[in-house]
């Protein structure tokens, strides 16, 4: 019987919120897993353990395993028999031919009452394994490392650590809604509140018809990935062409931007409202473009009451690129779109909208009941991984 050995960070554990952070990621460990050959999943002593069914698909397995979010690393492992000589001759076994010019064994106890110490029990498996394949041990940079835990009943071994996504498991720590744009940088920022642990809602904004549907198919693509992340997603679709047109006709030039922003604030808190969302997410970054000036930023944040994220704000261009092409959001994001916000846009923005002017503006529309319709006629979409 193999299994898959789960560590996580105890540092992010501590505390009342223990059980439920551990319940939470032994969860998403069996919705990722079970459909590729995890049978079972419990926690035990301070890692979690992932039984496979026999002819489990380990490359499908590490894949999974891989996108949970609480997962600091993990090993494909397998048992021995609780003695020395046991668990040095399966060790062995399992070595089959491998090569190494050195090694180590560093062992853990998870149980206390068996009877060596984690160095003698490092001695002595060890030196079993040298006696019989002649490899320097090197405790610094070993070429091998030989894990072993000691649990109740039997011991795990294994042959080196996968990293795991870090972060906190999804859910633990609420929900949020983010503006999903098709661009490269909104993404990025739904990403790393997820890995914070949150579950985050998807709130587009499209002109279709007045433009095509590219933005809403790339949308559509961005939350099918990153679903492989949170495991469960809401994408929520507004249209939101005819609030444009109706802010083109009254709303000077330089102030449609702001205006859209505005706009899209008011009914993404409504939609985040409605679904216990306790925040608003953005891919803004500071002087990025036009609309992110620190002026701006603020006179757009003015209108929620909900709490507005921005993990991206000191981030160069470069880096969020970096991120997400890490993520595997970057190819989706490129593809040429026709994004809401360049309908209609003024030659020359303002950069400095003043609230004063911008409340002006919006005296001449109806703005309850702009938000009233796009709330109203929304489109929403659930995806699940697997
Ligand atoms: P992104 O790469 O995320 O599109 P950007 O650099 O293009 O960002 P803006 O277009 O100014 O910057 O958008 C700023 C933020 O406003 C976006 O990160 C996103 O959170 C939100 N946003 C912009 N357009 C939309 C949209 N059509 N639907 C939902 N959110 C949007
Ligand atoms: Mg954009």
Not at 20 to 48: C, H, K, N, P, Y
Not at 110 to 139: C, M, N, Y
Not at 144 to 162: Q, V
Request: aromatic content about 6%.
């Amino acid at each position: 019987m193999r299994s898959v050995i789960v560590h996580y960070k105890e540092i992010a554990l501590k505390g009342r919120n223990r059980p439920w952070f551990i319940t939470r990621l032994v969860r998403a460990l069996r919705t990722a897993t079970a459909d590729v050959g995890g049978e079972r999943v419990q926690s035990l002593m301070g890692r979690i353990e992932i039984v496979l069914r026999p002819g489990a698909d380990w490359d499908a397995v590490r894949e999974r395993v891989a996108r949970v979010f609480g997962v600091a690393n993990f090993s494909f492992a397998n048992r021995a028999p609780l003695d020395i000589d046991g668990i040095a001759a399966a060790i062995l076994e399992d070595l089959g031919d491998r090569t190494t010019d050195s090694f180590r064994v560093s062992a853990r106890r998870a149980d206390k009452r068996f009877p060596l110490t984690s160095p003698q029990i490092e001695r002595e498996v060890g030196g079993r394994i040298k006696e019989i394949k002649g490899w320097r041990v090197d405790l610094d940079e070993p070429g091998l490392t030989i894990y072993l835990e000691m649990l109740p009943g039997e011991a795990f071994y294994f042959f080196g650590k996968e990293p795991g996504a870090g972060g906190l498991p999804t859910g633990v720590s609420g929900r949020v809604a983010c503006l999903l744009s098709g661009g490269i940088d909104s993404p990025v920022a739904a990403f790393r509140m997820m890995r914070r642990g949150c579950s985050v809602q998807l709130i587009h904004f499209h002109s279709y018809p007045i433009l095509s549907r590219a933005s809403i198919d790339k949308v559509k693509e961005l939350a099918t990935l990153l679903t492989q992340y949170q495991q469960r997603s809401r994408l929520q679709l507004v249209a939101f062409g005819d609030i444009q047109r109706q802010v083109v006709l009254s709303a000077p030039q330089p102030l449609r931007v702001v205006l859209y922003r505005r706009l899209m604030m008011r009914i993404a808190e409504d939609l985040a409202r409605r679904a216990r969302a306790q925040a608003l997410v953005t891919g803004e970054v500071v002087g990025q473009v036009a609309s992110q000036t620190l002026e701006n930023l603020r006179v757009i944040g003015d209108v929620a009451s909900l709490p507005i994220f921005r993990p991206l704000i000191g981030m160069d261009k470069d880096e969020i690129s970096a991120e997400a092409e890490r993520i595997g959001t970057y190819p989706i994001s490129i593809i040429p779109d026709q994004d809401c916000c360049q309908l209609f846009t003024p030659k020359h923005p303002a950069t400095r909208a003043r609230l004063r002017d911008v409340e002006a503006a919006e005296a001449d529309l109806s703005i309850a009941d702009m938000v009233r319709t796009a709330v109203e006629t929304v489109e929403t979409e659930d995806y699940r991984f697997p």
